[in-house]
Every structure is written in C-alpha cells, then in structure tokens.
C-alpha cells in the first residue's frame, strides 16, 4: 500500500508535486494533480496528506548530541543567566528554598564563569548550604562546582588542588556528573521519549548521540519500551571499545528498531569557556595550565585511533582548540585515513586546507558562537577571525556536518541554521560576518538525504521557504510535518484532519 503526500512545494519556488511513498521510500515524484497510484498496477493510495503548498525538504540531523544529559538538564537548576559567582550561587538557594531542588543533591545547569567578576569556589556553596552536597555543572560540561558536602559524598580527593577550590576541570568533572543519575531508567527513558517527540516538533528525524555512557544497552532498552522517535547514531568511547568489540560491534551495526552503533568518540583536549582547549598560544592572565590541557596526546591517539579503525569503527575526534586540531589532523595523517573532527572551533590558518586533503569532517556547532563570542574575544584576542570559522572550511574544500553539543545548546538545528547564515542572535552585530555561510550550505550540512527517487522518506513540510528567511525567522522556523521513513513523527494541527486521519495519526 502506498502513501501520498500531495501539493508539496519544493525549496526556491518549484512548482508544487505529490510524492508517493512505500516501504519508508520514496517511489514517485509528479506533478501536483496527476494522481499516481496507477503506477504501481494494482495498488493503491492507502491513505494522503494534503500538504497545501507547503514547503517540503528532507529532514534535519544533529550531529553531535548528549541525549541523556538533555533529556536530564531540562529538569535542572538553570544557571544560563547568572553573571557571578554569587549571583549563581543565590539562584540555587532561591531553588532549595523554593522546594525546586527536591533530589538529595542539588544539581544545577549552564553556568559560564570565563567573565564572571569573581571566582567560584567550594566555600561559596557551603555558605547555601553545608550538609547537603551542590553539584554545578558549567555550561561547556567540562567542569563542575561543588561545596564540600558534595566532595564529601562522591569521595573526591580533598587533596587535591582543584578539590580545595571546587572546581573540577576534564576528567574528574565527567567522573563526577557520570555519578549524578539519581533517577530510574524508566523515568529516565520516559525524559528521553519526550525529548525525542520536542526534537522531531523541530523537524530532526536523526541525530549522534555522543553521551559518554555504554550507550547500547540504554538504547535498546528504550527501542524494547517502544521508542521509534529519531534514528540513532550512539558513540563508543575509549573505556568501552574493549566491550564493544568483544560483542562484534562496529559502525553502522543496527541494535534495534531505529538505533545503530556510530563512531567511536575520543575528548583530546578541553573547552573554550573552561579555558582548557589546547590552543598554539597561551592564555592570557597566566592560568596554571597556560596553553591549555591535552587529555589524549597523539602517542596515545594514533594506537587508540588505530585499532578502533581496524575494528570497524568511524572515528570522531574532539578538539577544541587550534593546537588541538592540529595534532588530530596529524595523527588522522599518520593513519592514513579520514574521520571526523568534533567542534574544531579554533584552527590554525595552516590548517584549514588539511580536512579535505586528509578527508576529515567538521562537525560544527555554530550556536557556540553566539554564546562565546565574547569569551573568544577575550581569551583568544587576535585569532577570533579563524574562530568558528566555518566560511573558511568549505572555501578550502572541507566537509562540515551541523549540530548542537546539547546541552551545550538546545537540540534544534533550525538555532545551528541561523547561527551559521547569520552569525547574530538577539540583534546584536554578527560576528565575523566573513565566516557566514550560505542557508543552502547550512540546509545540506543538517540532512542527510535529497527529495528524490529511492531515497529515504525522511522528510519535512514547512511554513516558510528557509531559503528567503532571514536569521530570526530561520530560528522559530515553523515545521508543519516531520515523517521518518514515511511515518508521521510529528504534525501540526493546522494540517487537514480529514487527510491525517487517513493515515492513521
């Protein structure tokens, strides 16, 4: 039986078409009117949707995601607008004190202390509360603000230098927020159900879930439970490719329903707002780690890397910073073979021609332009034009894939969208207009399919032609209909109820 979508209008003024769709894929294209059902003999149209002139276009992906940790920040403390230490430190008082916090360890979310005028330390948080631990976790992930009760309760070494301020950076803080789930996997799941049901509101039928989690088992649990919202690409990182072998997992290895194992992801260096990206310059104001930290030096990438290639594996490489980068295209040279590179936010001139000749990919987040735009300014003074640069990429032949880092930002690429065609948000002046792409370019970089013959039904239906929309529009971009190999995932009232109910949703 097949399925129609009728008077769908094609992106840049195309007149409008009816597609026809059977087994998730589409199988006819024609225009708008002509029927179609006799082209395949005997069959017929076994339910429409009346699309009404909308625009259609494939739907979206996010590349780089944290599902879990989304799914879990949107229930947190909110810490995004706090500008000081003190301030952060009264919104979580205002929230035990409301009743908000009710876990038996406060958490909160989305702190950026780079410019904060005062420094967040352990004994701030014991003065909102000393008996009950407070876990805050920066808005990069790559640290996390505790009082001594919290010390105290995950067994950190009090010893430690970074223990004594309370802020623990890389490592120790990913140890520390692996330990907060205090919730049951079926609230759990349920967190990511709804999450997944937002994400698809927004149009994402895809994305690359890089939760530093031994993510199959959390996957096909929630696949058993009925989760069919997104396709899934989870990530393996290095303290689970013995394991992942070991089951004969590799890239593309489908786990259940809509899941599959993707790339395995290793963290070599740190983050802009944390200042610990590993940069060719030092920081200025002389912090203890002046050029940053490199978590996995090449000696160790290159074997890691290696033997995770002849596993079967796709490689996907956070770097940050430009010395970062360029030890990863080092190490991708050495191998001999492509990958991708997570973030690459800071790159050196000398580099940018060196992701095509070496056949690695950007996966991008434009959106942390927006937010540090004015800490890039500050630690990276004079090297903001090279900064998120992702103009300068494509011009020099290079891949680039769009996503969110959620929770870093909100899963939804329409905000990716904007942020690279606009390089502006909230009316401010954009920044380094120069590295603005084409909405052509960012529209390819976040799908994954075409509207064509044979080609997966994962598509789209829009309000608005994204193609004349401007950055503001871009970011609320109304989605009418997302379908996910031809099932509805999510479809707005405004669409005919006579047409959806023929197709059962």
Known sequence: MIRAIRNARPLGGHEPID??????????????????????????????IDLEGRHVMPALWDEHVHMTQWAQHRRRI????????????????????????RDAVVVGVGFRDALWPDAP?????????????????????????VNSAALVHFGVDGDSAEAHEG??????????????????????DQWVADAAAEAARRGVVGIVDLEMRWNRDDWARRVARGFDALRVEFGVYPQHLDQAIALGLRS???????????????????????????????????????????????????????????AGFDLAVHAI????????????????????????????????????ALGVTASVQPEHAMDDRDVAEHYWSGRTGRAFALRSLLDAGARIVLGSDAPVAPLDPWQAIAAATSRSRDARPAFHPEQAITITEALTASTRTLVGLGEPADLIALDVD??????????????????????VTHHDRALSAGALATVGV
């Open 321 to 356: 910073g430009d010395g970062a980068n360029k030890l990863a295209l080092d190490v991708f040279a050495k191998l001999g073979r492509g990958g991708r590179i997570e973030h690459a936010q800071l790159v050196h001139e000398s580099d940018f021609g060196r992701f095509a």
């Open 121 to 145: 330390t352990a004994a701030l948080l014991d003065q909102v509360s000393s008996d009950r631990p407070i876990v805050l976790i920066s808005a990069d992930v790559h640290c996390v603000w």
């Open 466 to 487: 994204p193609l004349a929309a401007d950055g503001d529009t871009l970011r609320r971009m109304p989605v009418a209909l997302t379908m996910l190999g031809g099932r």
């Open 78 to 101: 909110d810490l995004g607008g706090a500008e000081s230490a003190a301030e952060a430190a009264a919104i979580v008082r205002s929230a035990i004190g409301s009743g908000e916090a």
């Open 252 to 310: 593309g290895t489908p786990v259940a329903g809509t899941v599959a194992v993707g790339p395995l992801k290793v963290i070599t260096d740190g983050s802009l707002n944390t200042r610990t990206a590993y940069c060719c310059d030092p920081y200025p104001d002389a912090p203890a780690e002046p050029y940053g930290r490199l978590n996995v030096p090449p000696c160790d990438l290159h074997p890691l890397l290696a033997r995770a290639s002849e």
């Open 167 to 188: 802020v623990l950076r890389e490592d120790a803080a990913f140890a520390l927020t692996s330990r907060l789930d205090s919730t049951t996997d079926d609230e759990l």
């Open 19 to 48: 597609l026809l769709i059977d087994d998730g894929v589409i199988v006819g294209i024609l225009p708008a009117g002509l029927g179609g059902a006799e082209l395949r003999g005997d069959e017929l149209v076994e339910g429409e």
